[in-house]
């Protein structure tokens, strides 16, 4: 069982696994019962560079573009259910093949026309985000989300960043509205073309 991180938290990834070369990031939720449409949540991730922006659109990793052009960043593909017992959806994350200029990997979940349907993250339940070491399927780190977000579409659960040559990762639970769209520009993904 790994370390369990509250909002905010961080915990290096080298540090407790030396050696470390790949991971993959399970997240996870339960949407509430509502007498609406289903819920779809997606998971994304964004590679930032040292302006906390994606270098161009390829380092967008979600449901339409499932991989990394070098392969360090890959989805394992999109649960239109969710709720399931562990992982609802994953990211592969593979550490040595992150490119130098890359400084942080966002990991966001969003709702699928959340507008539309008329629903958000206050909906959502029991979701978590974790750092799992690829090689042995040991958890490393664990954050549960507990803050309720009654408005909020859109959310970066967690992000794995480069600190003096090591690995870690932050608890973030930061909420946005305005679903994917408003975190793809708010990482400068041009969502028009």
């Known amino acids: 069982m790994g370390v369990s991180l509250v909002k905010g938290g961080n915990v290096s990834l080298s540090g407790a696994i030396p050696n ?4 993959f990031v399970g997240l996870g939720w339960d949407a509430r019962q509502t007498t609406g449409e289903d819920f779809d949540l997606d998971a994304s991730a964004f590679m930032l560079n040292e302006q906390n922006k994606v270098r161009n659109d390829n380092d967008f990793i979600f449901y ?17 259910v969710g709720g399931s017992e562990g992982d609802d959806e994953v990211i592969k994350i593979d550490l040595q093949k992150v490119p130098p200029d890359i400084h942080k990997i966002s990991v966001t979940v ?3 026309e ?7 993250f206050g909906m959502v ?3 978590f985000i974790r750092i799992v070491n690829q ?3 040991n958890e490393i780190a664990r954050f ?18 480069r600190y003096k040559g090591e690995w870690k990762f932050r608890a973030v639970g930061q909420g946005f509205s305005g679903g994917l769209a408003a975190l793809a520009r708010n990482f400068n993904v041009d969502i028009e073309s």
Not at 20 to 23: A, E, G, H, P
Not at 64 to 80: C, F, R
Not at 146 to 159: H, K, P, V
């Open 20 to 23: 470390l070369k790949s991971i």
């Open 64 to 80: 339409g573009q499932l991989k990394s052009p070098e392969g360090a960043v890959e989805h394992t593909g999109d649960n239109l």
């Open 110 to 112: 969003s709702i699928y």
């Open 114 to 120: 959340a507008d539309i349907r008329n629903q958000n």
């Open 125 to 127: 339940s029991n979701a």
């Open 135 to 137: 090689i042995d399927n």
């Open 144 to 161: 549960d989300l507990t803050e309720d977000m009654s408005i909020e579409t859109a959310m970066i659960f967690g992000e794995i960043y």
